[in-house]
């Protein structure tokens, strides 16, 4: 019997040392910062989301609501770590530490023992409670810590990760004006690194009603240049192309994708499952493209566009040109479109179905269309008020002989 007294004893010694060691020799290591893990955590997250989104497995509805539990858990856990930081000292730290040294020094036997008095009683371990689940964020929650993270910003202009923070925040509540100026703000202080950019892209599409096109895909292939493998970077960059209906682009993205998620079993499933509905859309559009070259071949329309010098005082050269050919009924979506600034004009270009935004409404699906060029002031695909606009209709598609259109009225 004493020698398993004996035994114990040096079994609770060698448990203390332990579990005290480490605090010893580590106690510099409390003041890591967690928040970046938090970060990515919900970075990867959210890529699965956005990919349940666009197969089809998650509604828009959903995707939000899981979006905005997310980003509550990890602010949530953002302003924890921000106020146990900010309250304890290095000095306390350490104090704190060798009252826990202490504490174990003192508990552990005692614990031990007691145990060891119990253990023949398997009903002690009944009158454990089960930890509730916690409550899903309300809107108004994430609203109040995203106004007290707001004001601990403003007083710490130099946190790019808490300003980054921010931002994610603000795309959680829909308020992508101001998600945009915070992540302005972390390029000002970070530059423009993959992460902070290709999420100033992603807030910049929300504002634009998710059109990828223009200056948000150059932005996107400066992410990828830098970052060859950033997920996000290509997952958009894939959105992008299939949004301009170049599918072949768009598989290229997302087949690059694949072994970054290999990992991530339902990722991985999320992403193929999108490889193979994109791959079924290029059959269909190369199937239809082969039988209308069989019967005729494809229509290609010159169009020769000029700005009247009346209006010459009411546009930028920076300001985007659209040019597009729409059916005179049906579809709203354009048969094909071309985006230019003002500072090409005038110009000439052919219109095709290359150009159609998807292959079931090109130009050669319709016998007329309407042809259109508009100036945006806002740089926003859909038409607005003040916009500069000029159109001919209707124009057969097999039209040889130039059309030319007139940019000389203002959408009122």
């Known amino acids: 019997m004493i020698g398993f007294y004996l035994l114990a004893f040096a079994l609770v010694l ?66 924890t770590d921000e106020t146990v930081t900010t309250d304890l000292t290095p000095a306390r730290h350490g104090a704190q530490q060798m009252v826990a040294v202490l504490l174990i020094a003192l508990l552990l036997p005692a614990a031990a023992g007691f145990l060891y008095l119990i253990l023949g009683t398997p009903q002690a371990i009944e009158g454990i409670p089960v930890a509730q689940s916690q409550q899903q964020a309300s809107p108004e929650k994430i609203q109040d810590m995203v106004v007290k993270l707001a004001a601990k910003m403003a007083k710490n202009p130099n946190d790019s990760k808490g300003w ?26 970070e530059g423009d690194k993959p992460e902070v950019l290709v999420s100033y892209a992603d807030a910049l599409a929300m504002t634009r009603g998710g059109d990828l096109s223009g200056d948000i895909t150059d932005m996107l292939a400066k992410v990828l240049q830098q970052d060859p493998s950033n997920v996000e970077g290509l997952w958009l960059s894939g959105m992008a192309a299939r949004q301009r209906g170049d599918f072949t682009s768009a598989l290229k993205f997302w087949r690059r994708t694949l072994p970054l998620v290999k990992s991530d079993a339902r990722a991985l499933a999320q992403l193929q499952d999108l490889i193979r509905q994109t791959e079924q859309g290029a059959t269909q559009s190369a199937a239809g493209k082969t039988a209308a070259t069989a019967t005729a071949e494809s229509p290609r329309l010159t169009v020769k566009v000029s700005l009247s010098p009346k209006l010459l005082n009411k546009a930028s050269p920076d300001d985007t040109v659209f040019i597009y050919a ?87």
Not at 164 to 189: G, T, W
Request: no cysteine.
């Open 326 to 412: 729409r059916a005179l009924q049906g579809t709203p979506l354009p048969l094909a479109i071309v985006r230019k600034k003002v500072s090409d004009l005038p110009l000439s270009i052919i219109l095709d179905d290359s150009m159609a935004m998807v292959p079931s409404a090109s130009l050669s699906k319709y016998s007329k269309v309407r042809l259109t060029a508009r100036i945006t002031l806002s740089g926003k695909a859909k038409p607005a008020s003040g916009d500069l606009i000029g159109e001919v209709s209707p124009v057969a598609v097999n039209q040889t002989e130039p059309i030319e259109v007139v940019i000389a009225q203002v959408v009122p």
């Open 164 to 189: 980054f923070m921010l931002a994610r925040s603000y795309m959680v509540l829909q308020q992508y004006p101001e998600a945009i100026k915070a992540l302005q703000h972390v390029r000002d202080l």
């Open 14 to 79: 060698l448990s203390m040392a332990v579990l005290i060691w480490p605090l010893y020799r580590h106690r510099q290591l409390d003041n890591i910062d967690r928040r970046q893990q938090n970060i990515d955590i919900a970075r990867e997250r959210l890529a699965e989301l956005k990919a349940d989104q666009a197969s089809g497995k998650l509604t828009q509805e959903g995707f939000e609501q899981q979006r905005n539990e997310l980003e509550a858990t990890v602010l949530e856990d953002t302003l």
